[in-house]
C-alpha cells in the first residue's frame, strides 16, 4: 500500500525502510490502544522556557506518567504533548509541565480528536486474547501475524481474525518511533491563525496542498482559531521558501515558524495498560502455552 501510494516498488520502499531502521532514523514500530476508546485526552503544551538548558529538562519532563512527547525547538521553545485518562488532569499535568520546564506562561490546548472523550469501557472491548495480541506487536508491529500467534499459543487464523477487528474498530493504533534529530532534515512547527469555522478545511488543504513536506497538523477543540503543521525540507533554504508560501496562503491570518532539532519518547499510563492486562510473552496465554500453528 505504501509503494502505491509513494508510486514505488516494495522493493525499492522495503529497501529504503531497512535503511531507515538501520542509521536510526526509526526507532521502532508500535502498537498501542487507541485513544478513542479510551476515552483520553490528547493535550499540546507548548512555551518558552526559562531554563538555562532545555536539554536539562527534556527526560524531566518525560517522567510525567501523561507525558508520552518532549521537543525542543529554536529560541528556548518547548512542545510536550500528553495523554490525559480524563480531563480533570488538565490542571496538574499543566502545572507539572510549566513549574518542572521553567514556562511561566505555557499553553495547553486540546487536539481535536473524533471521538475525545468519548470512550468506551475498554474491558468491554479488549478479550484476553486481545491484550495479547497486543502485548506481541507492542514494540514490534510488522512482526508476522504467524509469530504472533506462535508467541501466543493460537492458530494463525484466530489471531489474524482477532487482529482484524482490532483495526477495524479502531481500537490499536500502529505508528513508528522518530525524532526530527535523527536525521539531517530541517523540521519545524508553525503557528496558524485561522477562521474557527473552516479550520477543519483548512487542515485538509494544508496536507494536501504542501506534500510531500506537511507531515501533519492539529487543530484544537479548546482553540478553535488556532491550527498547529509540522513540516519537513532538505534543507534550510527549502524550509524557508515553504515557510514564505505558507505565510502568503490567504487561509492564514498568521503564521510563526519555529525550527526542531532535538526531542524524545516516553512510555506512558497508555503504554502500561498492555502490561497490566496482557500477561508476558512466553507464559502460558489462551492456547494455554502450546503453539498451533496452521499457516499463514
Known amino acids: ?8 516498488s516494495v522493493n525499492a520502499v522495503h529497501k529504503r525502510i ?5 542509521d536510526g532514523v526509526i526507532g521502532g514500530f508500535t502498537a498501542k490502544v487507541s485513544l478513542i ?23 524531566d519532563l518525560g ?21 490525559l485518562r480524563e480531563i480533570q488532569e488538565l490542571p496538574s ?6 513549574r518542572v520546564g521553567r514556562m511561566p506562561e505555557l499553553n495547553a490546548w486540546i487536539v481535536h480528536e473524533e471521538f475525545s472523550g468519548k470512550g468506551r469501557f ?3 472491548l479488549l478479550r484476553p486474547i486481545d491484550w495479547e495480541i497486543l502485548s506481541s506487536l507492542r514494540h514490534d508491529s510488522r512482526k508476522p501475524v504467524s509469530r504472533v500467534a506462535e508467541e501466543i499459543g493460537v492458530s494463525s487464523r484466530t489471531a489474524r481474525r ?4 482490532l483495526v477495524e474498530e479502531g481500537i490499536v493504533d500502529f505508528s513508528i518511533s522518530w525524532y526530527p534529530d535523527s536525521s539531517n532534515d530541517i523540521n519545524a512547527v508553525i503557528h496558524l491563525d485561522v477562521d474557527a469555522s473552516s479550520a477543519q478545511g483548512v487542515v485538509e488543504r494544508y496536507t494536501a496542498e504542501y506534500q510531500p513536506n506537511a507531515l501533519f497538523a492539529w ?15 532538505p534543507s534550510m533554504s527549502r524550509m524557508r521558501e515553504l515557510t514564505e508560501r505558507i505565510g502568503a496562503d490567504e487561509a492564514f491570518s498568521s503564521t510563526t515558524p519555529t525550527v526542531l532539532y532535538a526531542g524524545g519518547l516516553y512510555e506512558t499510563w497508555r503504554d502500561r495498560l498492555v502490561e497490566e492486562h496482557a500477561p508476558p510473552i512466553g507464559d502460558a496465554g489462551i492456547g494455554g502455552g502450546s503453539p498451533q500453528l496452521s499457516g499463514m
Open 162 to 165: 482477532s487482529l482484524s477487528r
Open 1 to 8: 500500500a505504501l509503494a502505491d501510494t509513494l508510486g514505488l
Open 18 to 22: 531497512q535503511s531507515l531502521v538501520e
Open 63 to 83: 517522567g510525567h506518567d501523561s507525558v508520552y512527547w518532549v521537543t525542543l525547538a529554536g529560541g528556548n521553545y518547548v512542545y510536550v504533548g500528553a495523554h
Open 93 to 98: 499535568v499543566t502545572e507539572f509541565v510549566g
Open 37 to 59: 476508546p479510551l476515552g483520553a485526552y490528547h493535550v499540546f503544551l507548548h512555551g518558552r522556557s526559562e531554563a538555562e538548558s532545555t536539554y536539562s529538562i527534556m527526560d
Open 219 to 233: 487543530r484544537f477543540i479548546s482553540h478553535p482559531g488556532k491550527v498547529v503543521a509540522f513540516l519537513w525540507a
Open 122 to 124: 475498554i474491558e468491554d
